[in-house]
């Protein structure tokens, strides 16, 4: 009462306070970064170790299971992964949310260094970082020059160091091109006739190329430093190095080797619409700003283009940061058109520019007000944020019009002056518009405060709703007061504020009359909720369930795999078909193509190998079809290819995309029983209805030559095993002992035997092996050397071996998880074996868990407050009725309008479960006050519902309304947001339509035992 009194008497102050809040929203919206979702900080570590040469059985073996013991006796450890690769071990470490991600790094990076010494020789240092699931490509860029070693160079020396200096780039990868390295390649003939071995050219040339500090010494009181340099100057010098021979001369390396100043062995390839080209892989850092980051990278792109030869051209490939800008801005379009909508709305049903603008003004003050406070809290401009501050139009105007329909109720039925009609109008509602008010904070408080992945996620949206629902109440208790005590004209009507109100005047007249009959004969109104709720049960199976929908950013990843041992020539040419299809779609704006390499997801570690490709197509943003229409075409050209194993899906920026929507591990105690199980159920999942395409991890390995030592004779020579080992690795990769420097650059010296040696088997049996008295032997005396083959990769889930199968599909993932099961349910695996779900399936049953808990929190919370207000158990009891008449709604929007139950869907039952109370809350309170002033039950509960029918309306059409453009406007971000627009509108326009009678007439039933036991007994 004092603060209405207050905000009336000293409307200067009121305005100056709320000016000043406005003047720091708009200061601060200025300072609110920009990306598509809150970021979302999990506590995961990957361990990645690099093992030269080995195979995956011997990562598993000698590098994987020592790393993940030591690994796993981690605190807070949640779930363990590892992949080992050709030539890598790479172990995610996953942690429970209690564990900070900087703790679960320190801890990991502990025990891996402990673990080091029983790690082989030849292994790397493993490298443990954070896993930034934000980290993902902000930015691709491809480099044009005539000479592709010549632009390796240039990429590799300038601008690779010029753009990982841009604040906030986290890393910059190269893909393509040809790196220079200086190559001595031993003539396996003339090794075997002077008695030398690789490890010896290897060691000759390490030990010749030196540049070693001497020490010091004082000279005439001068101190000067002593060095020994003997460093290459050039090819001719290596060529000039003396080589030991067995027979305790020395011979040229010219004249038992080609030293050649050339590049490294191609092992991938990047190509630019067919054309070969250099590209650049850019990742941000955690903190940093995609927008931001992106914005800078450009500026300096632009800045070295200038400085390179007019023959060198940078070209935007793809940029993630067009999407989120696109999608904010959508967003952004879709709250602006609420306001509209809305403020039409309003002046349908107050017919007066002045009690329009009165409510209409206090909108955008509201919502820049609470810009300020998430710019205090550090929050940013996003989906979620501002399809959080959309959907707040209904309750920023909610507790205005309440307010302001009963001040103006006050001021024409009553006839009471302005000034009163304002502070008595006011107080009149305030324990409503409290009611509703604190019902709409306490839902979202324990979405705001959630763990887990989706805690993260919504904290933003929450948190937003509660300052906006904070800053809608002090409006309308003193902003709104004082504008109307100003500004309010009762006593003026014009001809359309007569008409609407008589057209209104019969309408409250007609559910005057239908309340009445609804109250008194209830069989109809029962038999229509039960009809629509057995309507909607009988929908439910139909409606779809997900993660998290995938939206259109305009780029497709086309992910091939060719049979083991292709070589990367082969895979180059199915590469280069897919792309001359691809160009007859008119949608087609540009390809980019790995070949020798594919990106992973979230958790995976991608592939490598020449059988591999990935083809990123872009589409233009003016097109007809979306991406999905478009993929659907390509499918089967893609499935036409013999040999190749061809996954499709779109490049997605949100939680848990970029990787398959379905993944599942066949787990088991041994490799035997997963391998024998894996098949069976790969083959049920290509089974299973709604896939598009799969794959599994295990598919038949590549041809090896497998060298294995016969250590009698090795013993008997005096020969350790790993001499063989080293041999055999320097004949076909090659060993690097040391390197070319020129200025400030460094280039690899690599030894080895020439391409054309390493496939002719008897080379490889007379590759010589040296001992340590300088005696000779050839690799055959000491190995057998058979063809076999060898797996491509070796995983392990929670320590155990395990297959990944991962798949596309067309059908949302809850319904082909479904099916899946009940096609599993009728196998029988080997003993020990289990299907875990992992990726968005396991994503999408913590999230939905997490979210059912906060949607009952939400529910307890708001009886709670209820029962608080009323000072009654019953009364909340009965306004909780009217959440299952928002279900009903929810479940025909969804079928209807082809939404499925998702994250962003989940969040509008939430929402719902506040706002569904509020129209319950204002026909009861104003029940409870006429039947506790001495009118009967009917008569009190018909008039409440009556008078308030305008405000009801106004806030239900009002929410309604300004939600359209969020539910159904088109853009880049209407796959995210629709499907939360969709269920508030169905779920509030079922919810206010039975509420109006439902409501009302349990309340009425209250009343009547109440009546009867106040009225005095009748005496006998």
């Not at 007061?481 to 003026?492: D, E, T, V, Y």
């Not at 075409?633 to 939680?655: C, D, H, K, N, Q």
């Not at 479960?913 to 509020?918: S, Y």
Request: charged share 20%; net charge neutral; with cysteine.
């Amino acid at each position: 009462m004092n603060i209405i009194s207050f905000a009336v008497r000293r409307p200067v102050l009121v305005s100056v306070c709320f000016i000043l809040l406005s003047v720091l929203g708009l200061f601060s919206i200025n300072r609110l970064t920009i990306n598509l979702t809150p970021k979302v900080n999990l506590p995961i570590v990957t361990v990645t170790t690099v093992y030269p040469g080995a195979g995956p059985e011997q990562v598993e073996t000698k590098v994987t299971k020592p790393l993940e013991d030591a690994v796993s006796t981690t605190n807070g450890l949640k779930h363990i992964f590892s992949y080992s690769v050709e030539s890598v071990s790479i172990i995610v470490a996953e942690f429970t949310m209690s564990v900070s991600p900087e703790v679960a790094a320190a801890d990991v990076r502990e025990k891996i260094s402990a673990a080091r010494a029983g790690l082989p020789d030849e292994a790397e240092d493993p490298e443990v970082a954070r896993l930034d699931i934000n980290a993902t490509p902000v930015l691709y860029v491809a480099l044009s020059a005539p000479d592709l070693r010549e632009a390796y160079t240039v990429a590799d020396r300038r601008i690779k160091p010029a753009l990982q200096a841009v604040p906030g780039v986290g890393n910059v990868d190269i893909v393509g091109g040809l790196r220079r390295e200086i190559r001595v390649e031993a003539d396996p003939d003339k090794l075997a006739v002077y008695g030398v071995d690789l490890q010896t050219v290897a060691g000759r040339l390490a030990r010749e190329n030196v540049n070693i500090p001497a020490g010091r010494y004082t000279l005439a009181g001068r101190e000067v430093a002593g060095r020994t340099s003997s460093e290459f100057a050039s090819v001719r010098d290596i060529n000039a190095v003396l080589i030991p021979t067995k027979a305790s001369g020395t011979v040229p390396l010219s004249a038992i080797a080609t030293v050649r100043d050339t590049y490294a062995e191609v092992r991938s390839l990047a190509k630019v619409d067919g054309k070969d080209a250099v590209a650049f892989v850019i990742r941000k850092q955690p903190n940093a700003n995609t927008v931001e980051v992106v914005d800078s990278v450009r500026k300096e792109v632009s800045r070295l283009e200038k400085q390179l030869p007019a023959s060198y051209r940078f070209d935007i490939i793809v940029d993630n940061s067009t999407f989120i800008r696109e999608a904010v801005a959508d967003v952004a379009t879709s709250l602006i058109l609420g306001i509209l909508i809305t403020g039409l709305v309003l002046f349908f049903f107050l017919h007066t520019v002045g009690s329009t603008l009165i409510v209409t003004l206090t909108i955008p003050i509201s919502l820049v007000t609470t810009m300020f406070f998430m710019y205090l809290s550090g929050f940013s401009l996003n989906v979620l944020s501002l399809s959080s501050l959309a959907i707040c139009l209904g309750g920023l105007v909610d507790a205005s019009v309440v307010v302001l329909e009963n001040i103006f109720r006050h001021a024409t039925q009553l006839r009471k002056k302005l000034s009163d009609a304002t502070v008595e109008g006011t107080v009149e509602v305030i324990g409503a518009v409290m009611t509703s008010i604190l019902t709409n904070i306490v839902v979202f408080l324990p979405v705001a405060f959630m763990s887990g992945i989706i805690g993260q996620f919504f904290r933003e949206f929450g948190l937003v709703q509660v300052f906006a629902t904070i800053v809608s109440l002090a409006v309308s208790l003193s902003l709104l007061p004082m504008l109307a005590s100003r500004l309010l004209k009762p006593g003026r009507e014009n001809r359309f504020g007569v008409l609407w109100e008589e057209k209104f005047s019969l309408l409250r007249e007609r559910y005057r009359n239908g309340l009445t009959r609804v109250l008194t004969r209830p069989a109809l109104l029962f038999s229509i909720v039960a009809l629509l709720l057995a309507a909607s049960v009988g929908l439910l199976p139909l409606v779809g369930s997900e993660f998290m929908p995938t939206p259109d950013q305009g780029v497709s990843s086309i992910t091939l795999r060719m049979p083991p041992g292709t070589a990367l020539e082969k895979t180059s040419q199915v590469v280069a078909a897919i792309e001359e299809h691809l160009r007859t779609l008119p949608e087609l704006k540009r390809t980019f193509s790995t070949i020798g390499s594919v990106s992973g997801g979230t958790l995976s570690p991608g592939q490598s190998g020449p059988e591999y490709a990935q083809i990123m197509a872009q589409w233009k943003d003016e097109r007809k079809r979306d991406a999905f229409a478009i993929i659907r075409e390509v499918r089967p050209f893609l499935a036409a290819i013999p040999g190749a194993v061809i996954t499709v899906r779109e490049a997605s920026s949100v939680v848990g995309g970029g990787g398959a929507p379905f993944q599942i591990y066949v787990s088991g105690p041994d490799w035997p029983s997963v391998e024998e199980a894996a098949p069976r159920v790969f083959e049920l999942v290509q089974k299973t209805e709604g896939v598009a395409d799969s794959d599994i991890s295990a598919h038949p390995g590549k041809p090896e030559i497998a060298v294995i030592p016969e250590r009698e004779k090795l013993a008997e020579l005096g020969l350790a095993p790993d001499t063989v080992g080293i041999a055999c690795r320097a004949a076909l990769e090659g060993v690097v002992p040391t390197t070319l420097r020129e200025g400030d650059d460094e280039y690899d010296i690599r030894v080895t035997i020439p391409a054309e040696a390493r496939s002719r088997r008897e080379i490889l049996e007379k590759l010589p092996l040296r001992d340590s008295k300088g005696r000779v032997f050839f690799l055959a005396q000491v190995a057998d050397i058979a063809d076999t083959f060898g797996p491509t990769t070796r995983e392990r889930y929670d320590r155990t071996p395990a297959v990944g199968i991962t798949a596309n599909l067309n059908k949302p993932l809850g319904t082909v998880l479904g099916t899946f099961q009940n096609l599993l349910n009728q196998q029988e695996l080997p003993s020990g074996v289990r299907i875990i779900r992992a990726g968005q399936a396991e994503m999408m049953g913590e999230a939905f868990r997490d979210l059912s808990t906060a949607l009952l929190l939400s529910i307890i919370l708001v009886y709670l407050v209820m029962a608080a207000q009323f000072e009654s158990w019953t009364e909340p009891f009965i306004l909780m009725g009217s959440l299952p008449f928002a279900v009903i709604g929810i479940i025909f929007g969804m079928f209807l309008f082809d939404k499925t139950l998702n994250v962003f869907s989940m969040m509008g039952f939430i929402i719902l479960t506040g706002v569904g109370v509020n129209n319950g809350i204002l026909i009861i309170a104003f029940a409870k006050e006429r039947f506790e002033r001495g009118a009967d039950a009917l008569a009190s509960v018909v008039e409440a519902a009556s008078v308030r029918l305008k405000p009801i309306l106004m806030t239900s059409l009002a929410l309604i309304t300004g939600t359209i453009p969020l539910a159904f406007q088109p853009g880049k971000a209407a796959v995210l947001k629709s499907p939360m627009g969709v269920v508030i509108i169905s779920g509030a326009f079922s919810c206010t339509l039975l509420t109006l009678f439902a409501i009302p007439f349990l309340y009425y039933n209250v009343l009547k035992r109440r009546e009867r036991r106040r009225q005095p007994a009748t005496p006998s």
